[in-house]
């Protein structure tokens, strides 16, 4: 059940109006490999940016959008082994960081700048306003959704309703 909620929150809040680059998808990403079946982990994640891609125009990013979200989703596994605050911070950083490298470089491939040095550095200096909303919001939503899954967890252990936790 937390799975439907979660994923249908992604894909509102992904399709909502929000700052550039300011929303939960890497934050759930994280998530779902702490929290999620194995299979959930690993799939969810694209298939959010898959309806919410066509819903919102598909581009000729998706291979590195949707390939940066599964690569994702394994610091995610990852994660659910060693689990602190400090290493969600960590792995939190490093999504937003791998997604900025992986789609920029994704958008110099494509053509949108000179294939040369020069454009290449433009890519990822002019991406900088967007990455930065990125990383924002992962480590916000990260520490939001982590938390509250740990505090209702932590209330909710004793009672008939640990089990849908």
């Known amino acids: ?5 979660l ?5 509102v809040m992904r399709l909502a109006w929000h700052p550039a680059n300011f929303t939960p998808v890497l934050a759930l990403v994280l998530f779902g490999g702490v929290y999620f079946d194995k299979k959930y982990a690993l799939t969810l994640p694209v298939f959010l ?13 998706v291979l590195f959008t949707w390939g940066s979200i599964i690569l994702i989703s394994f610091l995610g ?25 992986v ?11 000179p294939m040369n040095f020069k ?4 890519c990822y200096v002019l991406a900088i306003p967007f990455f930065r909303t990125m990383f924002v919001s992962t480590l916000v939503y990260s520490f939001v959704f982590f938390g509250l899954y740990e505090l209702i967890a932590s209330r909710l252990r004793k009672t008939a309703y640990a089990r849908v936790l």
Not at 1 to 5: G, K
Not at 55 to 61: A, C, K, P, S, V
Not at 81 to 90: D, K, N, T, Y
Not at 91 to 101: N, Q, R
């Open 1 to 5: 059940m937390i799975v439907i909620a």
């Open 103 to 113: 789609t920029n470089f994704g958008v110099w491939l494509s053509g949108y700048y």
């Open 49 to 61: 940016m898959m309806i919410t891609d066509v819903m919102l125009g598909l581009h000729d990013m």
């Open 77 to 101: 596994l990852w994660l659910r082994e060693r689990f602190s605050w400090a290493r969600l911070a960590l792995t939190g950083s490093l999504s937003a960081v791998f997604f900025y490298i």
């Open 119 to 122: 454009g290449f550095v433009d």
């Open 7 to 11: 994923f249908i929150l992604g894909v």
